[in-house]
């Protein structure tokens, strides 16, 4: 009988045991597959530029005046014959006389006593940077930064100008050059009102916590004299570009302007009075006011015919556009890079820069327009639009274009100076 309550009660044990296993919770990963214990976890490596840094020390340090890679590297007790091997691998790849003042750089050492340089990183720029290796088998790399987007916007109403809306707004300016090139085929930046406002969602571009810029806007509404304007980004076959309300590009084959946010001092007239040569003639151009050395863009694509000095106009630059249309921009401090007689031009290229060659009074640019040989108005020049969305992503399109029409007109702006 004594032995029989034995047996049993080994039973009742061997269950407990059973049941604890089964129910009684086991720290995560604290067995692997082979029964070992994993208690105590090994933590993810950090990388950083591409390489695991845990064991290292990290120096930070800022480029200096006249400083060169050697004189970085001797700091850290990098022998010469080392740096030199450095610099004539790096060549292909990096080359080291373009350090420059002011950029970062980061020294990777050994963390122990001798504290070995074993890799030297230059970042030339927020995104981009180069890894010199100082290891046995000396060698030199690219790489660049992860860019993490975040969606943001921007609004305002306009006192003065879209640039100074935005400045007031603390909303990084360059969005103003991004958002009147998209407009630029549409809306006429010289000519815009008091009280016209615009809407945008567009992409803030941050490394490591830190802004670097902007990127492509998403969408946007730009209000002027009482008219609404969409743009929409939209991605057809692999290439993005920038649609309105109806699915039209944006683009056109010539821009509204030659230049950027500035003013119209003279404009097409049969009857001027010349500032210098003091009697009335024809003055069949636009002038823009613009500050000296401003750079004037070609407003379409071309080829450039002439690239001279006249008396009156000064440095010069003629464009052909097609068959109809040609271009002239007159009273140029200095031409663009590469631009010469013969040069294709892409739109926006820029081929000169406002100056007051010639018979000028003041810096500005005469921009003149020929259809067929004859000047007309430039400011009466209807462009076609490019291709619009293709009927096979309408859908897709309208569905996007939706999406982002509510966002934008959920945009709240202040409506007591919007109805002003």
Sequence with gaps: MKRILEIFSLIIISCLIIIAYEFIPIEKGSLNSDGISTSDTVPD?????GIVVDPMLIYHGKVKRNEFLSDILLRYNVDYAKIDILAKRSKKVFDVRKIRRGFNYSVLCTNDSLKKVLYFVYESSPVDYVVFDLGDSVHVHTGKKDIERRIATSSGIIESSLWNSMVGNGTNPNLANDLSEIFAWTIDFFDIKKGDYYKVIYEDLYVEDDNIGIGKIIGALFHHIDKDYYSFYFVQDSVGDYFDDEAGSMRRTFLKAPLRFKRISSGY??????????????????????????????????????????????????????????????????????IKKGAQVKQGDVIGYVGKSGLATGPHLDFRFYRNGKAINPLKVKSPPANPVDSIFMQEFDSLKLLIKEQLNNIVLDTLLVLR
């Design 45 to 49: 490596p950090n990388f950083k530029y």
């Design 269 to 338: 007239s049969l009857s001027r009075m010349h500032p210098i040569l003091k009697y009335r003639r024809p003055h069949r151009g636009i002038d823009y006011a613009a500050a000296y050395g401003t750079p004037v863009l070609t407003v379409g694509d071309g080829i450039v015919t002439r690239v001279r000095w006249t008396r009156q106009g000064g440095r010069t630059v003629n464009i052909k556009h097609n068959g109809t249309y040609s271009t002239a921009y007159m009273h140029l401090s200095a031409y663009g890079k590469g």
